[in-house]
């Protein structure tokens, strides 16, 4: 087990949902936090309430992954800040849910600059200091959408396939250099992500007795600190899911049909 406190935590997607839960976990164990996200109120707010609450000293600073520049300029100003990154927290991401003839060429250039590039922009950044200090940790957060695609998720599924496939080859690279990479694959939470994803809200009814609560995500991922596990799948049992379509796919598909076309 590892103690967070004093380590330095960057969390990018940090102003809501499960990276304004784990900032909140993280800042009561005594880390460090660098929190980034596009709207500067929201993170103003959130450095208001953390450090009066605890003991933690937080840093914002406003980004938006997407924008690769800024990302270069924003993580240059983060390490004269905290000198070292401990702790990524590849958070940032969104989702629209379409059939794939509906999805716009905006659309589909947004998931991937955000949930694909962002993260792997992020990522560049903070590698060549953990890889001289050796020692850090990596934490993306994928979904079982990587896993498992489905209808109507075409796009969002295919950005997260290409996170697992980055997260796992990172994972060998870095294997010697003491340097942790864990992937958290979450069904859906209960956050404003489904705002956007579903607008006409037939997949948050379909899925309401399923959905996961962001503060027990965060507790996950918050625990992966300290144990550092290759994967983290949320819920358990949904991932048997990507283990029998790995083995039995046509059948899985064939099965899934009618619930997947749900969405």
């Known amino acids: 087990m590892e103690n967070l406190k004093g380590k330095n ?23 460090n936090l660098v929190l980034l996200a596009r709207t500067m109120d929201k993170l103003q707010k959130m450095k208001h309430d953390l450090e009066g609450n605890s003991h933690a000293k937080v840093d914002i600073f406003q980004l938006d992954v997407s924008d690769t520049d800024k990302v270069k300029e924003i993580f240059t100003q983060v390490l004269k800040t905290i000198q070292h990154v401990d702790i990524l ?20 250039k947004g998931m991937f600059s955000v949930n694909v590039v962002g993260l792997m922009a992020c990522t560049s950044m903070v590698l060549p200091g953990m890889r001289k200090r050796r020692s850090g940790h990596i934490i993306n957060i994928a979904s079982q959408a990587g896993k498992i695609a ?22 060998m690279e870095l294997a010697d250099d003491n340097v942790h990479v864990t992937a958290v694959n979450p069904g859906p939470i209960a956050t404003n992500f489904f705002t ?14 399923f959905m996961l609560q962001p503060e027990y995500v ?12 290759r994967e983290v ?27 997947f076309n749900q969405k």
């Open 9 to 31: 935590i960057v969390i990018t997607g940090a102003s809501g949902g499960i990276g304004a839960e784990v900032a909140k976990l993280c800042a009561a164990q005594g880390a």
């Open 150 to 171: 489905t209808p109507k998720s075409s796009v969002y599924s295919a950005t997260k396939h290409a996170v697992l496939g980055y997260t796992n080859a990172l994972r």
């Open 89 to 108: 927290v590849n958070n940032a991401g969104f989702g629209i849910f379409r059939a794939a003839h509906e999805a716009t060429i905006e659309e589909i």
């Open 233 to 259: 799948n949320l819920p358990r049992w949904m991932n048997m899911g990507s283990v029998i379509h790995t083995l039995f796919p046509s059948l899985f598909e064939r099965i899934g049909k009618r619930a």
């Open 196 to 209: 956007i994803a579903d607008e006409k809200g037939t997949y948050v009814q379909n899925v309401q007795r």
């Open 218 to 229: 965060a507790k996950k991922i918050v625990n992966a600190m300290h144990t550092r596990p």
